[in-house]
Nanobody, 123 residues
């Protein structure tokens, strides 16, 4: 099982970024995928998740209206579109997978994790 997050970098406040989570080694179509982030000195928190059917996605209150999660079955990938970035979005972002139809923002719910990608929002 492999998940690889990418797309991180340095972004300006108010800017946009698109993170990708490429997966392999499991049946992507029957796994929920979650995005998490961990800022320095803070616990890892759930940002967004998408069930395996692709609807009823969930978002942390702090990113609602700014972030959009989506999945592409053909590419076995999940994306996180991030708009109106602010300095509080600075963190290492991780994607995770779990073989349930629904999804959760609770990190303990997920079995498979990938390496993160660093997003830095700074002027």
């Amino acid at each position: 099982v492999q998940l690889q997050a990418s797309g991180g970098g340095l972004f300006h406040p108010g800017g946009s970024a698109r993170l990708s989570c490429a997966t392999s080694g499991f049946n992507f179509d029957i796994h929920a995928i979650g995005w998490f982030r961990q800022a320095p000195g803070k616990e890892r928190e759930g940002v967004s998740c998408i069930p395996w059917r692709g609807w009823s996605a969930r978002y942390h209150d702090s990113v609602k209206g700014r972030f959009t999660i989506s999945r592409d079955s053909a590419k076995k990938s999940v994306y996180l579109e991030m708009n109106s970035l602010n300095t509080d979005d600075t963190a290492v972002y991780y994607c995770a997978a779990q073989g349930f139809s629904n999804c959760s923002l609770n990190r303990d719910w997920y079995d498979y994790w990938g390496r993160g990608t660093l997003v830095t929002v700074s002027s």
